[in-house]
Each structure stands twice: as structure tokens, then as C-alpha cells.
């Protein structure tokens, strides 16, 4: 684990590392962790970090009746599209495809980071990232996270909090 790449730049990508400096949060940069092996998965990225995979912070884009919205989900758990379509008032919910995620945010699937995207979307946020004091998120790339805690991290995201998960019974 380290935090630069063999190019002597920083883990996180240019274009977050910069966001992250815009919104006064650049100490964040020197605690982003970059792995030599992609971490594509939220299991991936909690076995590489050695944290529990409720700690890892999925930023996941659906389509809600055609317009981006971000969804930020614990590492254990599934959104329930359903309960986003009832909180968002839409139509129809559906897992965005790649493109969409690419243009919306400006980053690939896998290491899409919780703000700092190229457009802005509506955010929600479930209510199971606050039952840590501290969570991983992606810094712009499937090589890179970095830490921080849920209360900062909903609250820089402009997120809502909401009840979003799967339920497990």
C-alpha cells in the first residue's frame, strides 16, 4: 500500500485530488491508500484495507426516469431500487450503464468517489454509513480509497439521508 504511483504522483485521481483540495479537504490526499491490484469490488477493497465490508462506501449511479442520481451504500449491503424510486418520487429506478457513469461523474465504474463528479447530481445517502466512525470510499480510481468519516463525508457529498438498503429478513 502505498500513497504515489511509480510516476511520483498522488493514489487518488488529478481531477479528485483537486476536488478534494477545492472543498478544504486536501490533508485527505495523504491518507488516500493506493493498492497494486484494482479493488473493483466493495469485498475487494475491505480485504485489501483490512476493514469490515460495512466500512467500504459505494458510490453507485442509477438512472431515475432518465436523470443520474448517486446512491451512497455500505460495502455490505444492496440498494433496494425500489425504496430509491419511492424516495426520489420517480417512475422508474434503474442501475445506470457505463457511459452514463462515466459522463455523469467522470469517472469508470469501480473507483467512482462519493463527490468531486463532473456534474451534479442529487445524492442520497443510506442511514448504515453512519453506524461507523470511519469509512473508505474510492479516490477517483479502482486502485485508490481514501478515509473519512460518514458525518463529513454525507455532508460533502450534499447528501440525503434515507433509508435505501435491501432489507435482509
Keep these: 500500500m ?6 511520483g504522483s498522488g493514489a487518488a485521481h488529478p481531477r479528485f485530488a483537486e476536488a478534494l483540495r477545492e472543498l478544504g479537504l486536501g490533508e485527505l490526499i495523504a491518507q488516500v491508500r493506493r493498492f497494486p491490484d484494482a479493488t473493483r469490488t466493495a469485498a475487494e477493497a475491505a480485504a485489501a484495507i483490512g476493514c469490515e465490508l460495512s466500512q467500504i462506501c459505494k458510490s453507485l449511479i442509477f438512472a431515475s426516469d432518465g436523470v443520474p442520481v448517486l446512491v451512497l451504500m455500505d460495502g455490505a449491503s444492496r440498494v433496494d431500487l ?3 424510486r419511492e424516495e426520489l418520487g420517480a417512475d422508474k429506478v ?6 452514463v457513469v462515466r459522463e455523469t ?12 463528479h463532473r456534474t451534479r447530481t442529487r445524492v442520497l445517502a443510506d442511514r448504515s454509513l453512519l453506524e461507523h466512525e ?3 470510499a474510492a479516490a477517483g480510481n479502482p486502485y485508490a480509497v481514501f478515509p473519512i468519516a460518514p458525518k463529513d463525508l454525507v455532508a460533502q457529498a450534499g447528501a440525503a439521508l434515507v433509508d435505501v438498503r435491501e432489507s435482509t429478513a
Excluded at 502505498?2 to 510516476?7: E, Q, Y
Excluded at 434503474?94 to 457511459?99: E, G, L, N, S, Y
Design 2 to 7: 502505498t500513497t504515489t504511483d511509480a510516476h
Design 82 to 84: 425500489e425504496r430509491v
Design 94 to 99: 434503474t442501475r445506470a450503464k457505463a457511459d
Design 105 to 116: 461523474t467522470g469517472y469508470a465504474i469501480g473507483g467512482v468517489p462519493p463527490f468531486g
Design 134 to 136: 470511519l469509512v473508505w
